[in-house]
C-alpha cells in the first residue's frame, strides 16, 4: 500500500471524526444533558468502514458511491438537527451573527500570576488555551450551528478532494466532481441559513422539521459519483432498448438532470413556493432564491428535451441507413471518433494490394 494513499485515507477520516465530535459537544453544551455523548458512537461505523477499506481496497474508494462521506453524514447530520430545532435566543452582539471571543487582559493576567513561579512557560500555555476555550463556550448557539454548517459543507468537498480515488475514476473526473460539488454546496448553504433565519419559520416546529428533512435529503447526492461517470451496460442486453440506450450514452447528463429536479432545485422551489403560498413568508431573498430554482428547472428540462431529440435523431438516422444501432456503453463523440478511425483503417487496407496477388504475375512469366 502507497504511503501517501495510506495518511490521506486516515487524515480525511480523522477530519471528519473531529468535526462529528465538535457537533456532539456542542448539542451537549446547549441540551445540558451528558447523554447526547452517545451521539459519538456513530463514529464507530466510520471507524470500521476504515478498517474494511483499509483491508480490501488498499485504502482506495469504490466506484459510484464513497462510504467515508455517507457515514461522515450519519454522523454529523443528527446534531445539526438537534442545534437547529434548539435554536437558541442567547445574544450575539451588536450585530447579528457577529463573532466575538473577547479574551481580556485581566485573564491572562490571572493565568499568567497562577502559573509564575510554578511551572515556568508551560503551564502559562496551558492556561491560556484553557482561557481561551472557555471564551469560545461563551459564543452565541445560532453562531455555533452556522460555523458547523459552513465547516460540514466545506468539509465534505475536501475530504472528496483527499480520499484516495478508485481505479474507474480519473482525475480528471474528480476535478468535475469537485466544481460541482462546491457550487451545490453553495446552494445547500443558501437554502439551510435563509430559509431557517426566517422568523416566522422558527415560530412553526413543523415547518423547521419539513425544511431539515429537504435539506437531509439534499445532502445525500454527495456521496455519489455518478455525475461524471457512464454507466457500461452490454450491448446484447440493450440494443433494442430505446431508453436503455439514452440511459448508457447519456447516463451522466442524465444523473445531473436527475439531481437537480428531484435532489435539489425542486424539492427546493417546492419549499419556497409553500412558505410564500400558504404561510404567506415573503422577503427578497426568498423571492430571488425561489426565481432562482425555477430558472434552474427550467433550464434543466430544456436540456433534457434537448437530449431526447438529439438521440431520437440519431436513431432515426441509423435506422433509415439499416444500420445496427451505435454500441451504448460508450459516449456518442468517442464511437464517433472510434467509427473514422476504423473506416480510415478500411480504405487503407483496400488501397494496398495483397502481396500474393503482386506476385502472381512474376511467377506466371
Request: aromatic share 10%; hydrophobic share 45%.
Amino acid at each position: 500500500m502507497e504511503l501517501m494513499v495510506l495518511l490521506n485515507a486516515l487524515v480525511t477520516r480523522l477530519l471528519f471524526v473531529l468535526h462529528s465530535l465538535i457537533g456532539v459537544w456542542r448539542v451537549t453544551a446547549v441540551k445540558k444533558e451528558p447523554k447526547y455523548w452517545l451521539l459519538a458512537l456513530l463514529n464507530l461505523l466510520l471507524c470500521l468502514e476504515t478498517g474494511l477499506t483499509l483491508k480490501f481496497k488498499q485504502g482506495r474508494g469504490y466506484k459510484w458511491f464513497s462510504p467515508a462521506i455517507f457515514l461522515y453524514l450519519i454522523c454529523i447530520v443528527p446534531s445539526l438537527w438537534l442545534l437547529e430545532i434548539h435554536h437558541g435566543t442567547q445574544y450575539c452582539g451588536n450585530e447579528p451573527g457577529a463573532v466575538q471571543v473577547n479574551v481580556s487582559n485581566q485573564d491572562f493576567n490571572q493565568s499568567r500570576e497562577s502559573s509564575y513561579g510554578s511551572e515556568g512557560t508551560d503551564h502559562h500555555i496551558i492556561q491560556t488555551a484553557k482561557v481561551f476555550v472557555n471564551q469560545l463556550s461563551t459564543i452565541c448557539e445560532t453562531v455555533w450551528t452556522l460555523a458547523l454548517h459552513q465547516t460540514f459543507l466545506l468539509l465534505l468537498v475536501v475530504g472528496r478532494w483527499l480520499l484516495p480515488i478508485g481505479v474507474e475514476i480519473t482525475r480528471d473526473q474528480l476535478s468535475q466532481l469537485l466544481l460541482m460539488f462546491v457550487g451545490t454546496a453553495a446552494d445547500i448553504l443558501e437554502f439551510a441559513s435563509e430559509t431557517l433565519d426566517i422568523e416566522d419559520v422558527r415560530k412553526n416546529y413543523a415547518l423547521i422539521n419539513a425544511i431539515l428533512a429537504v435539506w437531509t435529503w439534499s445532502m445525500l447526492q454527495f456521496p455519489l459519483d455518478l455525475a461524471v461517470q457512464h454507466i457500461g451496460c452490454k450491448p446484447s442486453a440493450s440494443a433494442r432498448r430505446i431508453p436503455s440506450l439514452l440511459l448508457c450514452r447519456y447516463s451522466a447528463e442524465l444523473w445531473n438532470i436527475g439531481v437537480s429536479l428531484f435532489i435539489q432545485d425542486g424539492p427546493f422551489f417546492i419549499v419556497r413556493s409553500i412558505l410564500m403560498g400558504h404561510f404567506r413568508i415573503f422577503n427578497q431573498m426568498l423571492v430571488f432564491f425561489t426565481a432562482k430554482n425555477i430558472l434552474v428547472v427550467t433550464l434543466q428540462l430544456y436540456r433534457l428535451a434537448v437530449i431526447t431529440l438529439d438521440f431520437r435523431t440519431t436513431v432515426l438516422q441509423k435506422s433509415r441507413k439499416g444500420e445496427v444501432c451505435c454500441c451504448p456503453c460508450e459516449p456518442y463523440e468517442a464511437r464517433a471518433h472510434a467509427t473514422g478511425r476504423q473506416e480510415n483503417e478500411m480504405k487503407e487496407f483496400v488501397a494496398v494490394p495483397p502481396k500474393e496477388e503482386s506476385q502472381a504475375p512474376s511467377e506466371d512469366h
